[in-house]
């Protein structure tokens, strides 16, 4: 990241909110259930699945927590009356991980029923390291109750390449760099560390048959999946590529010509901003993009 773009990213907890929405409003499909359909309409008629995910994150109370169910309650109805093809990311902290780790497997509960009468599938997505471990025990007991469930692995972190072999046999992962900033006792920082580490993991995962989601935009680690499916002479129903919505739509359109299954990660909700600062720090063009946002230029 250049050094201005640098300079933006520090400075982002005071750039006022309406900017930083003009400039991420790429990244989100809207606030209202209503504009993720119909993000979702237009990427299944591309050829793309998707994962929608209500935006939230570590609730300030168990109230929070349950406002966030019932609008998952409402997105299973939804893809289901819409007939579209997409299943659903959630974040643990949002159904209160942070708070109480009880009441959080008690809404994991809730979602996997209401998910399994809708034929819907879940993904439990992985946040930062104080809740790697409680995140993994959820991710199994749902995985062991219901069946209709998948975790992600960051393969930032020292300890993945080891966790793979605690994961039951043949399961759904989706294999992702990292996004949160963790300390160096138990993550690497160096890029092309985390891309080896990266291609590690996958190779490791496919030769035990598991089901990877392979999500990066990285062109190197791409490559380097395309040359692990052809080593392994996968056909494409048995891995899919992920990536962001409004991240590299040219990948995206190669991904899809070349016959691999894609989906395509769909954020919607009002709470919007904690997600969209994530993505903008890891933007190299940040500076640029949000330069022109002051300007009001396109
Ligand atoms: C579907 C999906 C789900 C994810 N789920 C999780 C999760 O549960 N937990 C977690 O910690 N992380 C998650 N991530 C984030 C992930 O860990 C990485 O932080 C993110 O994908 C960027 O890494 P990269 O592999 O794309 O490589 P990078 O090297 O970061 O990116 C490669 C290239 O992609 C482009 N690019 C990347 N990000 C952006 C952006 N925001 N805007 C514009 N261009 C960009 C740039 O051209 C960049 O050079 C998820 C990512 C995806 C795609």
Same mark, same amino acid.
């Given at each position: ?14 750039? +006022? ?13 809207? @606030? ?14 591309? %050829? ?44 643990? @902290?949002?159904? %209160? $991980? ?31 390291? +104080? ?8 991710? /199994?007991?749902?995985? *062991? ?16 390449? =080891? ?10 992962? /989706?294999?992702?760099? %990292?996004?949160?900033?963790? +300390? ?10 985390? !891309? ?8 490791? $995962? ?27 002479? $996968?056909? =494409?129903?048995?891995? *899919? ?19 691999? !299954?894609?989906?395509?990660?769909? #954020? ?5 901003? #904690?997600?969209? @600062?994530?993505? $903008? !720090?890891?933007? #190299? ?14």
């Amino acid at each position: 990241m250049g050094l201005f773009s640098r300079l933006v990213v520090t400075c982002l907890p005071i750039i +006022p909110k309406p900017v930083v929405g003009f400039v991420a409003k790429r990244y989100v499909a809207g @606030t209202t259930l209503e504009s993720a359909v119909s993000s979702v309409r237009q990427l299944n008629e591309e %050829g793309a699945m998707a994962t929608i995910d209500v935006l939230g994150e570590s609730v300030p109370n168990l109230d929070k927590a349950r406002q966030y169910i019932d609008e998952y309650l409402r997105l299973f109805q939804t893809i289901k009356a819409e007939g579209l093809n997409a299943n659903v990311s959630t974040k643990p @902290t949002m159904l %209160g $991980l942070n708070l109480d780790e009880q009441f959080c497997i008690e809404q994991y509960d809730r979602l996997y029923q209401e998910a399994k009468q809708h034929d819907n599938w879940i993904r439990i997505d992985m946040e930062d390291h +104080p809740y790697t471990d409680a995140t993994l025990h959820i991710y /199994r007991l749902m995985h *062991e109750r219901y069946g209709n469930a998948g975790v992600v692995l960051q393969a930032y972190l020292y300890r993945t390449l =080891p966790d793979i072999d605690d994961l039951p046999e043949k399961v759904n992962v /989706r294999l992702c760099k %990292g996004i949160y900033i963790e +300390p160096p006792t138990i993550s690497w920082r160096d890029r092309q560390i985390i !891309r080896e580490n990266y291609v590690a993991c996958l190779d490791k $995962l496919l030769r035990r048959n598991h089901y990877v989601a392979i999500a990066t935009h990285d062109d190197n680690l791409i490559q380097a999946a395309f040359a692990l499916i052809d080593r392994y002479q $996968l056909s =494409p129903a048995q891995y *899919e590529f992920q990536m962001l919505l409004g991240v590299k739509p040219e990948l995206r359109k190669l991904l899809l010509n070349l016959g691999h !299954r894609l989906r395509i990660y769909v #954020p919607f909700g009002p709470d919007w901003y #904690p997600y969209s @600062t994530r993505r $903008l !720090r890891e933007n #190299p063009d940040i500076a640029n993009y949000i330069v022109r946002a002051f300007f009001g230029l396109r």
